[in-house]
């Protein structure tokens, strides 16, 4: 039996090369998942507190809807209007971080790419996935 050449060699060095580098990207593929949920928990967590905030200043608008109406109906002067004026302004201020809310609620209801990254690398590792990487 003769000695292996050098393309022989780096050929079985490569084949004995394989376990590790499929363990190196099954590990980075899980990272990047984790990586994925954190950020989307991080955004579900934020539209909760601007909902909540929002919420909040709701409850002053309420009180300040309510002050419009008994002012509007024990006074027809300009002191009602003064305080239609600020319920304007608290509604805004409710629109603007719903708004923002709602953002990052989409944020983090896109779907995950590294799952799907991942399940195209099983299926070519397996030999039944398609090899287009759009």
Same mark, same amino acid.
């Given at each position: 039996?003769?000695?292996? !050449?050098?393309?022989?060699?780096? %050929?079985?060095?490569?084949? &004995?090369?394989? +376990?590790?580098?499929? !363990? #190196?990207? $099954?590990? @980075? *593929?899980? #990272?990047? =998942?984790?990586?994925?949920?954190?950020?989307?928990?991080?955004?579900?967590?934020? &539209?909760? &507190?601007?909902?909540?905030?929002? @919420?909040? $200043? &709701?409850?002053?608008? /309420?009180?300040?809807?309510?002050?419009?109406?008994?002012?509007?109906?024990? %006074? =027809?002067? +300009? @002191?009602?209007?003064?305080?239609?004026? $600020?319920?304007? =302004?608290?509604?805004?201020?409710?629109?603007? %971080?719903?708004?923002?809310?709602?953002?990052?609620?989409?944020?983090? !209801?896109?779907?995950?790419? !590294?799952? *799907?990254?991942?399940?195209?690398? /099983?299926?070519? $590792?397996?030999?039944?996935?398609?090899?287009?990487?759009?």
């Amino acid at each position: 039996m003769t000695a292996p !050449s050098n393309d022989e060699r780096s %050929l079985f060095t490569l084949i &004995g090369e394989l +376990p590790d580098r499929v !363990s #190196d990207l $099954v590990r @980075a *593929e899980i #990272d990047q =998942v984790k990586a994925e949920l954190s950020y989307k928990a991080k955004h579900f967590g934020i &539209g909760a &507190g601007l909902i909540a905030a929002a @919420a909040f $200043v &709701g409850i002053f608008l /309420l009180g300040t809807l309510i002050a419009t109406g008994i002012l509007a109906l024990a %006074l =027809v002067l +300009p @002191a009602w209007a003064a305080a239609l004026i $600020v319920s304007g =302004v608290l509604l805004l201020i409710i629109l603007i %971080l719903v708004g923002i809310a709602a953002l990052n609620f989409r944020r983090g !209801s896109e779907p995950l790419e !590294s799952i *799907e990254s991942l399940r195209r690398d /099983l299926d070519m $590792v397996k030999g039944t996935g398609d090899y287009d990487r759009d």
